[in-house]
C-alpha cells in the first residue's frame, strides 16, 4: 500500500477498531495520528520525487474508475491534516474537559479519514462522499457537548445536507452535459455554456454553505462556539477547508477560464465582505469562543478574496496566498480555541469579561491567545504575515486594485481590535479574578505550541512560497 493510501487506511481503520474494542482512546489516537504523520511525510517525499500520481482503485477503465490522485498539495495538505490531528489529540489527552466523552476518539480518527480521502479525491462524486462523511463526523463532534449543542448541531446537519444537495444537482447537470465526473478529463472538455454555468452555481452555493463562506456562514458560530474545545479547534482548523479546497478544484481545474474570470469579482467581493462583516461581529461579541468563531468566518474571507482574484486577474502569487492562509489560518486557529478552552475552563465563564487576571492566573494560555492572534493580524514574520504580504502585492502594484487593498488594511484593524479586546481583558488587574480551577500549565503549554509553530513558518519562507507557487499551478 502506498503512503498516501496508508494516510487514509490507519485512521479509518482505527477508528472502526476504537468503536468495536474501546481501548483507551487517548493513547491509540495519539499513535494513530503519528503514524499517518509519516506517512504523510513519506507521501510527500514521494511526491517531489517522482511528481504528480494517480492511484486508481480496481480495475475499471477511466472515466468510470474510483481514482485517487496525488498531487504535491494534496500531499501537503495530507502532512497538514495529520499534524493537527497529532497535536488535538495530545491536547485532548491531557485536558479531558475538552472532549465531550470518549467517543470524541473514534470520532476524531474517522475525520481525519474523510478529510484524507477528500484531499486525494479525483471525481467530483467522490469528493460528494467524503464531503457527507466529513459533515457527518463533524456534527456527531458537535454534538459530543451535550444538549446545548443539539440545536446548533441539529442547524449544521441540515444546512450542511442542503449545501451537499446543491453540490450534488451540480454534479447530476455535469454529468448530464458531459457524461464525465474525472476532474482532469472533465476540465479538458467543459465549455463555458448555460448547462456548466448552472453547475458551477448550484456547487459553488453548495460549497459555500457548507465551509460556512459569507454570506451563508449564519450557522457556523454557534456550531464551533457549542462544540468542546478539542472539536472546535478541528472544525475551525480543518473541517471548513475542505469545503474550500473543492471550491478551489472547481474553478482552478474544472471551469472555463472565462467563466472564471467572470465569478471572480464575485467571490472576491464576498471575501472582502467576510473579513469586515465577520471581524466586525466577534468584536461585538461578549462570549469568547464565539469571539473566535465569528474570527474564523472573517479569516475564511483571505482565502475566498485570493481565489477570486486569482481567477479574475490569473496572478500566480495568489495561489500561494491562498494556500499559505489555509495554513497559517489552520495552526492560528487550533491554538485560539484550545487556549479558549483553557481560560472558559479555568474561570469557570465563558464571556470575555471573566477573563480580568488571567495574565497572572493562566499565563500560557493568554499567551497562546496572543501570539495566534497576532498571526491573523499579520504581524511580522508570522505565517499569516507572510500570507498577507503575498496577497497585497499585486494589489498595490495597480492604482485601480487599491480599494481591495483597502479592504484588507480595514479588515486588519478590526482583526487587532478584537485580539487586543481579548488580551487586554486578561491584563486588567483591578477587576482580576482568581480561577475557578486549579491551572495546568501542561495543557496551557499543548495550546500554546501551534502558534509557536505559526510564527516558526518565517525561517522556510522562501522554499515553501517557491513550492507552494508550484503546487497551485
Not at 474561570?347 to 469579561?353: H, I, L, T
Not at 495566534?372 to 497585497?392: C, E, N, Q, R, V
Not at 475557578?436 to 502558534?451: I, S, T
Request: one cysteine or more; proline letters at 7%; hydrophobic letters at 60%.
Amino acid at each position: 500500500m502506498t503512503p498516501a493510501l496508508l494516510c487514509l487506511a490507519l485512521p479509518l481503520v482505527g477508528g472502526l477498531l476504537l468503536v468495536l474494542l474501546r481501548p483507551p482512546g487517548g493513547r491509540w489516537t495519539i499513535a494513530i495520528a503519528l503514524a499517518s504523520l509519516l506517512a504523510a511525510a513519506l507521501a510527500l517525499q514521494q511526491v517531489l520525487e517522482q511528481g504528480s500520481q494517480l492511484l486508481p482503485l480496481g480495475s475499471w477503465p477511466a472515466g468510470l474508475a474510483i481514482r485517487f490522485r496525488l498531487t504535491p498539495l494534496a500531499a501537503l495538505l495530507l502532512l497538514f491534516g495529520a499534524l493537527l490531528q497529532l497535536l488535538v489529540a495530545l491536547y485532548a489527552a491531557r485536558s479531558r474537559h475538552a472532549i465531550g466523552g470518549e467517543d470524541f476518539w473514534p470520532l476524531s480518527c474517522l475525520l481525519q479519514a474523510a478529510l484524507a480521502a477528500l484531499w486525494l479525491s479525483a471525481d467530483l462524486f467522490n469528493l460528494y462522499v467524503t464531503l457527507e462523511l466529513l459533515g457527518l463526523t463533524a456534527v456527531a463532534l458537535v454534538a459530543l457537548a451535550g444538549p446545548r449543542a443539539y440545536p446548533p448541531a441539529l442547524d449544521y446537519l441540515l444546512l450542511s445536507l442542503a449545501g451537499s444537495l446543491a453540490y450534488l444537482l451540480g454534479v447530476a447537470v455535469l454529468y448530464g452535459r458531459y457524461g464525465l465526473l474525472d476532474i482532469a478529463l472533465l476540465g479538458a472538455q467543459a465549455e463555458a455554456d448555460a448547462a456548466t454555468r448552472l453547475a458551477l452555481l448550484l456547487m459553488s452555493l453548495g460549497l459555500m454553505l457548507k465551509a460556512a463562506l459569507w454570506p451563508l456562514h449564519l450557522w457556523l458560530p454557534p456550531a464551533h462556539a457549542g462544540a468542546p474545545a478539542a472539536v472546535s479547534a478541528l472544525l475551525s482548523a480543518l473541517v471548513v477547508k475542505g469545503p474550500l479546497y473543492i471550491l478551489w478544484l472547481l474553478w482552478r481545474e474544472v471551469a472555463p477560464v472565462e467563466l472564471g474570470r467572470q465569478a471572480g469579482p464575485l467571490l472576491a467581493a464576498s471575501g472582502l465582505a467576510a473579513l469586515l462583516a465577520g471581524g466586525w461581529s466577534a468584536l461585538r461579541s461578549p462570549w469568547l469562543k464565539t469571539l473566535v468563531a465569528y474570527s474564523t468566518v472573517a479569516q475564511l474571507g483571505y482565502g475566498l478574496l485570493a481565489l477570486g482574484l486569482l481567477l479574475h486577474w490569473g496572478e500566480p502569487r495568489l495561489d500561494a496566498a491562498l494556500w499559505l492562509f489555509v495554513f497559517a489560518h489552520g495552526l492560528a486557529k487550533l491554538s485560539m480555541f484550545l487556549a479558549a478552552g483553557e481560560l472558559q475552563h479555568g474561570f469557570g465563564s465563558r464571556r470575555v469579561k471573566a477573563l480580568a487576571g488571567a495574565g497572572q492566573s493562566l499565563p500560557l494560555a493568554l499567551l497562546a491567545f496572543a501570539l495566534a492572534g497576532a498571526s491573523l493580524i499579520g504581524l511580522p514574520p508570522s505565517g499569516g504575515f507572510l500570507a498577507k504580504w503575498l496577497l497585497l502585492q499585486p494589489l498595490l502594484e495597480e492604482p485601480q486594485r487599491w480599494p481591495w487593498a483597502l479592504g484588507v488594511l480595514l479588515a486588519t484593524l478590526l482583526s487587532a481590535a478584537y485580539v487586543f479586546r481579548v488580551v487586554a481583558r486578561g491584563f486588567d488587574r483591578q477587576q482580576s479574578r482568581r480561577p475557578a480551577r486549579p491551572q495546568d500549565r501542561l495543557a496551557q503549554g499543548l495550546a500554546l505550541l501551534p502558534a509557536l509553530l505559526v510564527w516558526a513558518l518565517a525561517p522556510f519562507a522562501e522554499p515553501l512560497l517557491h513550492w507552494l507557487d508550484g503546487a497551485g499551478r
